[in-house]
């Protein structure tokens, strides 16, 4: 766990997921690197950034990057 926006923890899974993201490839690449289907690597993005407070996955990887996550 890293502990992230104002206490929330990351898991080191949606860390993972934030880094490919970060890397650039598509959800569909993530979800078959993974092994997820793309409705949950969505879903969890989704949750992720309700849970930092961002709007879009895109915020929250500018976050992840400002604070040397990703």
Same mark, same amino acid.
């Given at each position: 766990? #890293?502990? !992230?926006? *104002? @206490?929330?923890?990351? +898991?080191? =899974? ?8 970060? +890397? @650039?490839?598509?959800? *569909? /690449?993530? !979800?078959?690197?993974? $092994?997820? +289907? *793309? ?10 950034? =309700? $849970?930092? @407070?961002?709007?879009?996955?895109? *915020?929250?990887?500018?976050? /992840?990057?400002? $604070? @040397?996550? #990703?």
């Amino acid at each position: 766990m #890293v502990i !992230a926006n *104002e @206490g929330v923890a990351l +898991s080191r =899974d949606e860390l993972t997921l934030l880094r490919l993201l970060a +890397s @650039g490839l598509p959800i *569909e /690449a993530i !979800a078959r690197r993974l $092994q997820l +289907s *793309e409705r949950t690597i969505r879903r969890r993005l989704r949750a992720m950034c =309700d $849970q930092l @407070g961002f709007r879009t996955p895109i *915020e929250t990887v500018v976050w /992840a990057a400002r $604070q @040397g996550l #990703v």
